[in-house]
């Protein structure tokens, strides 16, 4: 960076990829970091507990801090901290319905779900009912929130290499696309799912600790005084609307509903992820699944705090204007922010972590995809259940892990520059409508039966899906991801609103609709398992 | 999980029945419920409320507090506080009226596998 003070737009955009050398060498150590913690927890990864569960050996405290590793994504990290910066109080509205996702993960889910299952999410769905059908249909769910889930952090990925590492031509990022994709197939193949923890583990630390201190030292500048900063923000951004709701979604009636609708299916989302459930199964017991939930919940909501001040801190001292003309825009906030405070170094330092955050919430994506094909559909619906070499289920894990890697490559590489942005939205949405009604009935409802399941899981997945299609965010607008085309009819780009409502009703009509009748000793089975985690699996020695 | 007890000879049918009826099973059960419902409505209705006030209410969001605090801004803290207040109350709950439970019934189902 040789220009330490910053005045014009285009100059800051050139900071900002400035030292791409730099930024890549510090990658390059958390890299190398890393695999070193992967080849050693490879030597440990033999059965498929150990591959899917990490043998479920974690603690509590470490599975927590992997939880918010995996849940902050850099969607989450650049994107909050950049839509707080540019329209101010409404992007601090997406990072509260985050967390308090969460108490619907401690209550409900979270424990019961441990107690119940081995693996994945279809362990516990299909537990009572008919196997193979819910088994299929949770596994397709599984596949599909992964999917979208995925391909968003990979089309991301084309505008940081961009704005972190200054490239600029297409093929150029599609190589750091791949690069960034091979070595996360890496992790996955040679680590399993214990490597990935590790993984997840140091992202988060390096995260919340950069994080915290570009929070600290920002709230320095300002005397440690909040409201200082908010006054700020309003002097440089010329405005005073930025501290008021309303910026980005309060434009008119239908941008409300829109907004309510988001609202809803991120609180409701987060509970049904498969990729956050499958990390529940890497702790010895239900009380670690509970306290991994606690710790998740104090780092992930101190972390929303700092994005807090990270985004007002943006507004301040980088300027909107500024913000929106870098490459990247509103994700460039938080990088903008620390070449600004720390200089190239705390750049680079952001930079490798916003890469890592890919790197690792992909990995994550990947595993939980290749487990739930490996152990639902080629384990249990392929073969049966009757495999005997459960090394046979594990080589099959790592060959899809491999293809879902590739894909995610091709995916990102062919959606980057593309407005792919509601596919986040659509992972929570799906997994609020087609997950989470299914997880609850079969947790706490004793008449739900195979029926029911099928019609909320496939109803949900259907009906989110449909309406994002025929929605604003695909055609009909200038955003769309098509804006020359006009097929759109359904208003609102979130389809929450409708989905998640019809997916409940649809579970439970389809139970009482149907002729099927739930397998009474089974539910008596698996509630004295998930309250009391009598029979759960144990933590494997090595 | 198949529909077949597991290969390690797991508890029987009428095991997991017995279970299901005994006085500690039933106990855990309410005790568990009665926290996490009520405090599911609860939390839900005070998230929903404030989504709601944020969306539509942009006046009332809009008062100045503290310095240049505003009602918003304050709302938005609580939530976080409530929902780490929550944390700790289930957490303190679970440890100490639920895991006493759930232990005498998980001996009383592995007990008895002999």
């Known amino acids: 960076m040789t220009h330490p003070t910053t005045t014009t737009g285009p100059l800051l955009a050139q900071t900002a990829g400035g030292s791409p050398y730099l930024n890549m060498g510090i990658f390059g150590i958390f890299v190398l970091i890393t695999m070193i913690a992967v080849f050693r927890a490879s030597r440990n990864t033999r059965t498929a507990a150990d591959y899917y569960a990490a043998g479920r050996a974690f603690s509590g405290s470490q599975n927590g801090v992997a939880i918010s590793g995996d849940y902050l994504s850099a969607a989450s990290f650049l994107g909050i901290a950049g839509a707080i910066a540019v329209h101010g109080y409404d992007g601090f509205l997406y990072s509260i319905g985050f967390l308090v996702a969460w108490l619907v993960a401690l209550l409900l889910v979270a424990e019961l779900l441990r107690n119940t299952g081995r693996y994945t999410m279809a362990d516990v769905l299909s537990f009572r009912m008919r196997q193979r059908p819910v088994r299929v249909a949770a596994s397709i769910s599984t596949l599909s929130v992964s999917f979208f889930y995925l391909l968003a952090q990979m089309a991301g990925a084309g505008g940081l290499i961009a704005l972190l590492l200054g490239i600029q031509d297409r093929v150029g990022q599609s190589i750091v696309i791949a690069v960034v994709g091979a070595l996360m197939i890496l992790y996955v193949l040679i680590g399993g799912m214990r490597g990935t923890t590790w993984v997840q583990i140091i992202k988060a630390v390096l995260l919340i600790a950069g994080a915290g201190v570009m929070t600290l030292w920002v709230l320095a500048m300002y005397g440690m005084n909040l409201s200082s900063l908010l006054g700020a923000a309003v002097d440089a951004s010329g405005t005073e609307e930025i501290l008021n709701p309303g910026l980005q979604y309060g434009i008119s009636e239908l941008t409300r509903l829109d907004f309510l609708s988001l609202a809803i299916a991120l609180v409701l989302g987060t509970a049904g992820l498969p990729h956050i459930l499958m990390r529940f199964y890497t702790v010895p017991n239900s009380k670690e699944a509970r306290r991994s939930v606690q710790w998740a919940i104090w780092l992930i909501g101190l972390f929303y705090l700092f994005t807090l001040v990270l985004g007002y801190g943006a507004a301040a001292i980088v300027g909107r204007d500024t913000i929106l003309d870098a490459p990247g825009g509103v994700n460039s906030a938080a990088p903008l922010l620390a070449a600004e405070l720390g200089g190239p170094l705390l750049l680079g330092f952001i930079a490798a972590v916003a890469f890592a955050t890919i790197l690792a919430v992909v990995a994550g994506l990947t595993i939980t995809a290749s487990a739930s094909f490996a152990h639902d559909i080629y384990a249990n619906v392929i073969k049966r259940g009757k495999l005997d070499d459960k090394q046979q289920e594990v080589r099959v894990a790592r060959i899809t892990a491999v293809v879902v890697g590739l894909v995610s490559i091709l995916g990102g590489i062919a959606a980057n520059g593309q407005n792919v942005a509601f596919l986040v939205a659509l992972a929570f949405a799906v997994a609020a409508s087609a997950n989470l009604p299914t997880i609850l009935y079969s947790l706490f409802w004793k008449r739900f039966s195979t029926t029911g399941a099928l019609w909320s899981m496939y109803g949900g997945l259907g009906i989110t899906v449909t309406l994002i299609i025929f929605s604003p965010a695909v055609s009909g607008s200038e955003t769309a991801m098509f804006p020359g085309a006009d097929f759109a009819w359904f208003p609102l780009s979130n389809p929450g609103i409708v989905s998640i409502p019809l997916s409940f009703l649809l579970g439970y009509l389809g139970t009482v609709l149907s002729k099927d009748r739930p397998d009474e000793a089974k539910f008596r089975e698996m509630e004295v398992r998930a309250l009391s985690g009598a029979g759960a699996e144990k933590a494997t020695e090595h | ?114």
């Open chain 2, 1 to 114: 999980m198949s529909t077949t007890p597991p290969d390690d000879g797991g508890p029987s049918p009428t095991t997991w029945h017995e279970a299901h009826e005994s006085p500690d099973f039933v106990e855990l059960r309410r005790r568990l419920r009665t926290f996490v419902f009520p405090t599911t409505g609860l939390f839900l209705t005070w998230y929903l409320l404030y989504v709601i006030l944020a969306d539509y209410a942009h006046g009332l969001m809009s008062i100045r507090v503290l310095g240049n605090v505003n009602l918003g801004l304050l709302l938005g803290l609580l939530q976080f506080v409530t929902t780490f207040l929550i944390t700790v109350l289930y957490i303190r709950f679970a440890n100490r009226r639920l895991d006493p439970l759930a232990e005498a019934v998980r001996e009383r189902v592995e007990g008895g596998r002999g």
